[in-house]
């Protein structure tokens, strides 16, 4: 058998989405965004959504996520991307609007936009990979960094009398009326990615019911800003950052 | 003939909105231009033409919601007051650098800090030679009327989307607060999906077949190309400067003397002119009605006739520094101002005309 006879369309079990660009992808190897890119690509494109389906990139690694999915693009301020995806889908109803932030991005400078954009119930899908660690700028103290983990700016640890605790976003927006779905995932495991691409696919297709925003977070590695392997990067994650950002849905409103 | 109603400048701005054809209104409420968005609001203009109009939850996100919505193609406007403005400077950069059409207004009110509440024209250098980081300009444009504040949203919009760039209505509390009569121009329907993929072909309206994605975004981490893009703002803005120009006149033919004021100010100005018309001085106004870009040539060509001219502003001296590049020397330049939420008398300019000029 040679290779020509092997390469049939029927003996394809994977290939790259059809919505992912050539653009060489500047990712860390080990990193989770191309992952979750993929995963986003992969949801538009067998929903069949690519003319309608506007995103909303953040300030942070995934600033050019504009590079890489084959979709029209706004690039937000730092922060920002719920107040642009707002207005974006509030002006264009029928359009599929999301916004792709990572958790300096989301939960840090723009944490009045993201509570708000829940609390009016936009109809909109948000992505936030949440990595405990600010990425881009070279691996400082997020948020959701966890209590005794080691970054530039807590060279020492996170020390919670002088930087205070950990947030726990997808929880507290869960409280308000205009959330719809709320899950946690991860993309550690091929099981993992099969969750979690269910679960974007169901957070799109919640924001065409117009029932609130749907908010997907991805528990994720940065092994370049945690200084591990990606490979150790994965375990540490199961094993410490699962305990404080447990993975599964938190909110249906359709259940 | 057209319709006038009595309306404050800040529900002009709104009633002009509405039927200018705007497609969304994003904004927070400050004083003194709240208004604005409480008209709208009680007009319900998504029951009629389809407008959008959100009370959002800070400055900082109603102008990145109007970013947004300006990404889409869509005639997009917010207004605020100095304070709020203050937050919105990031997003203007933003659109600045993404070269996006907006319409902001400021009705401004005194400063610095929270200031007062009361009519000011403090924000003309953050707005005239800022309005956030970067290397960038907006175009200012200047009310002085009710009926401006009518006509500039119209105005404001086509220069936005011809320019594609910010358009700033620095208005102030005067102007806002002040009930006119107002006529009604004929109603402008909003631009339709097929008007918005002709006039907006870089808008992010969908990736269809047969075009590349849409991408807008103020980012190049590549100085190289980053300089490229400066240089090309640096043409557009070389535009402007030539062809959008705007000033008015009053009795400048056979002046000797020259006021310079805007907005509020310049009507002030005018009844201090007449007042020394009354006594035989040959005074004369020139009001900007561009801010950015300045009637530089036309202050200048004047200034050489003149035995003075007087920069005349609800500031400490904002304007005067560029009354003073146009003037360059051939005569002298004065200021007089009032601050705090303080307006002039036209008696007042008079006495500090006279003192300037040491004439009795």
Redesign the interface.
Known sequence: MDIAEIKRPENIVYRKPALITDNVMHYCPGCSHGTVHKLIAEVIDEMGI?????G??PVGCS?FA?NYI????????HG?AP??????K???PD?HVFTYQGDGDLASIGT??II?ACSRGENIVVIFINNGIYGMTGGQMAPTTLIGMKTSTTPYGRDPRLNGFPMVIADMISHLDGTAYITRQSVHTAAAVRKAKSAIRKAFEYSEKNIGLSFVEIVSTCNSGWKMSPVAANSWMVENMFKKYPIGDIKDVLK | MAEKILMKGNEAIAISAIRNGV??Y?GYPITPQSEVMETLMKEKPWETSGM?V?Q???E???V??????A??G?K?MTSSSSPGVSLMC??IS?MAG?ELPCVIVDVMRGGPGLGTIQPSQSDYDMIVKGGGHGDFHNIVIAPASAQDMYDFVDWGFDLAFRYRNPVIILADGIIGQMMEKVEMHPVKPRRTAEDILRDAPWA??????GRP???????SLDSDIQEVFNQKLSRKYAEIEAKEVKYIEYLTEDAEYLFVAFGCASRICEAAVDELRQDGIKAGLLRPVTLYPYPFTRVSELSARMKSVMSIELNLGQMVTDVRLAVEGRCPVGFYGRQGGNIFTPEEIVDAFKKFNNLK
């Not at chain 2, 994605?213 to 980012?219: F, G, M, P, V």
């Open positions: 690519q003319e309608s389906t506007i909303i990139s600033v504009y084959d979709i029209d693009w706004e690039e937000a301020a920002r107040a642009l995806a707002s207005a974006t509030r002006l264009c359009k009045a936009e708000h | 497609d969304g994003f959008v959100l959002a939850e800070s900082t996100s109603a990145n919601m109007i970013y947004g919505g990404c889409c869509k997009v990031e997003g933003y993404a992010t309206t969908g990736k269809t077949a994605r849409n991408i807008i975004t103020s980012l």
